[in-house]
Structures are given as structure tokens and as C-alpha cells.
């Protein structure tokens, strides 16, 4: 029987309308508004549209958002100046500077300097940390948005086998994690792994993160598997995930497509955390 495909989509759009409910009754209870700056270097186009997005995502949801779009030749010192002084903001709940960087500015320090209560992100040290202790209060957005398809797939997870393909530190990583704190038995493969196809075949959920044009093949999933398609692969053809789904699709039990899968997830899941960062300042007064 052919799967059924995991609208991320809807999921986000249900996503911003329950984000969008706790916001009014923060408003009502509290008369706070949950704030979040997005800092922009430079003038690459993708990371506009993304900038973009989440403008659209805030305005949506009733999040205050603030813009700051620098410029190129912005030097280290201002972009961490302007951090520090983001940091301290009474209105700003949840910060993140858009990546990647102009090539002179160096990412780490920035990403050091962000407060880890405002990370919103989850790309900080002390939210990886979290993450790994099973304390996700700020997990990554593209992760958590796997974890929310996955549940909301209606897959049994207890016990399960998971496999992540892919180890980055934005993606393979932390979604690990996030399955071993949902109880899967988590193997992480990688483009060393010897035997992939056989190791895919065990898995009841497969997380795809390796970035590599529908490497995974139909005959290497599970019967009823649970698939989570994390690739954006840009080809002539078109728009591909990291799993082939045409294939994949007549033997999983449940598959997310691209685009409509996953990519909806992390504005989605910025969005959830940067209502937890304003919550975390209530309860902190
Ligand atoms: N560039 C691509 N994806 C992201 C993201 O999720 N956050 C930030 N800050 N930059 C990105």
C-alpha cells in the first residue's frame, strides 16, 4: 500500500495557529508581546527570502518582529556590538543572526555571544548541550520540526529504530538526540558507513540530513517505515530530496515529500521557540 504523505504544510500552518493562541493569552495575562530580532549581513538572496519568511511567520502569529539588515562590509566588532545590545533588549525575547555570514565576519564568536535563553535558533553551545541532557528547552528549529512530523505521523516511537543519515552539527546531530530522548534506538550513519543500504532496511524511521540528490533508494526502506526527508537538493530537474520518493513512497508506511515536508517545519518551529524564550522571561521575574 502506498504511504501516506506528511503534509508539513498543514503541520506548520496548526503549528502557527496554536503558537499563535498562547501568544494572545500572554498578551491577555500578561500584557507582554513576544519579541524577536532577525539580523541580516549583506545582501545574499537566499538569506533574504528566509529573513522574509520569518517577517511573514511573526506578523502571522502576532510576534513583534525587528529587522536589522546590515551592511556587507559590516566589520566583527559591530555585528558583536550589536548582539550585546540585543541581548539586553526588554522587547526582544528571541534573537538570531541569519547564516551564512559575509566571508570576513567569523560565525563562532557571534553565535557564542547570543544569549542561550534568546537563541531561538538552538545553534548555541548551551542548546546543543541541552539537547544532548534531554532538557530541549531550545532545540533547533529544522530538528525539533522532524520530531513534530514524526509524532504527528501518528508513529510509534517507544523502542523504535531510528536511523539519522547524516552527522552535522545543525541537522544529523541534534535530531539524534531528539529521537534518543523520545526513547527510538538511534544509529547515526554517515557518508563513511559501510553497508548503508542494510542498516536503512532496519529502520522503522529514517531522518535523511545528507544533502546528497535522492541518495537513499526505494529498496533500501523499511516495509511501514516512517520517512523524514530533510534534503534540498537544487537540480536541473528540479527541487529533490535526500530520498527517492516516488520509490520510497510504495513501501514506507508514511514519508514526508519535498518541498511540503519539512521545510515548512522551521519557521514553524522558530516561531514555538521564540514564544518558550518570552515565556522563559515571565517566569524569571
Ligand atoms: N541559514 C539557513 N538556515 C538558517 C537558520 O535556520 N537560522 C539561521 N540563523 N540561519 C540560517
Known sequence: MAATIIDGKQAASDIRAEVAQEV???????SVTPGLAVVLVGEDPGSQIYVRNKEKACAEVGIKSFKYELPTDTTQEQL??????LNCREDVHGLLVQMPLPKHLDPTPVLLAIDPNMDVDGFHPVNLGRVVVGNAVLPSCTPAGCIELIKRSGAEMEGANA??????????KPVAMLLLSENCTVTIAHSRTRGLPDICR??????????????VKGDWIKEGATVIDVGMNRTGEGLFGDVDFEAARERARAITPVPGGVGPMTVAMLMKNSLTAAKMTLSSN
Open 24 to 30: 494572545r493569552e500572554m498578551q491577555a495575562e500578561h
Open 80 to 85: 558583536m556590538d550589536l548582539v550585546d545590545e
Open 163 to 172: 536511523l539519522v543519515v547524516g552527522r552535522s552539527n545543525t541537522v544529523g
Open 202 to 215: 532496519r529502520a522503522d524511521i529514517l531522518v535523511a540530513a545528507v544533502g546528497v540528490d535522492r541518495m
